[in-house]
């Protein structure tokens, strides 16, 4: 069964960036939306950023203009640019891809990654 793999994560100061990767473990089609997800101690997991195939986004208000989402649709793979990181974006980030089925969409999740912002 293919997997998704996240990259990326790590210890960085306020201000600082990261960017995260996340692919497929292997071959896999028909992914529509491509998304990542926060989860932060305590609280539940929430959405990030997403992008459609057809290349429409959506990102949350607490990181629009300082987060980038963007994909390569030839290989299912994922990306977030993190810019001017806060000590609040501190979670585990994960990927979640959409596949399109015959009975509609089945969402793959992948393990996560851990970005924590401390000075």
């Not at 960036?17 to 305590?42: E, H, K, V």
């Not at 290349?55 to 629009?64: A, M, Q």
């Not at 980038?68 to 974006?89: E, F, G, W």
Request: charged share 20%.
């Amino acid at each position: 069964q293919v997997e998704f793999v996240e990259s990326g994560g790590g210890l960085v100061q306020p201000g600082e960036s990261l960017r995260l990767s996340c692919a497929p473990t292997g071959s896999i089609f028909n992914i529509d939306i491509m998304g990542w997800y926060r989860q932060a101690p305590g609280k539940q997991r929430e959405l990030v950023a997403r992008i459609y195939e057809s290349g429409t986004i959506d990102y949350s208000l607490p990181v629009k203009g300082r987060f980038t989402i963007s994909r390569d649709n030839a290989k299912n793979t994922v990306y977030l640019q993190m810019d001017s990181l806060k000590p609040d974006d501190t979670a585990v980030y994960y990927c979640n891809a959409q596949q399109r089925t015959r009975f509609g969409y089945l969402p793959i999740w992948g393990q996560g990654t851990q970005v924590t912002v401390s000075s």
